[in-house]
């Protein structure tokens, strides 16, 4: 079955950095694009970011660019998500989402149910003082 495992969430001062990872198992990971998107309590589901195959293309929302970096290692079959300067206002569940096969990886997808065929969990990231 296809899993996808997100951990490295956690409470963080504003400034500070995370790195998110994302486990995955059940599928070739090589030949699928990884998108990480968020949501906050009263706001809409956002993509930050998403890393394709092939040549690795990786892509950014505005509001985390020169921020986030996002990465992959098919070997461990893992996508990460290294965060930098956080603010309060990156507080979110953050989700890894498999890109469906007919879609190709990028930002700013509407619908992201009918982008993405497989979710996991989330880990929850807090930036607080």
């Known amino acids: 079955q296809v899993q996808l495992v997100e951990s490295g969430g956690g409470l963080v001062q504003p400034g500070g950095s995370l790195r998110l990872a994302c486990a995955a198992s059940?599928?070739?990971?090589?030949?699928?694009?990884i998108g990480w998107i968020r949501q906050s309590p009263g706001k809409e589901r956002e993509g930050v970011s998403c890393i394709g195959t092939r040549l690795d293309r990786t892509y950014y929302s505005n509001s985390v660019k020169g921020r986030f970096t996002i990465s992959r290692d098919n070997a461990k079959k893992t996508v990460y998500l290294q965060m930098n300067g956080l603010t309060p206002e990156d507080t979110a569940v953050y989700y890894c989402a498999r890109v469906r096969p007919s879609q190709f990886c990028g930002v700013g997808v509407g619908d992201l149910d009918s982008h993405y065929d497989a979710w996991g969990q989330g880990t929850q990231v807090t930036v607080s003082s």
């Open positions: 059940g599928f070739i990971l090589d030949y699928y694009g």
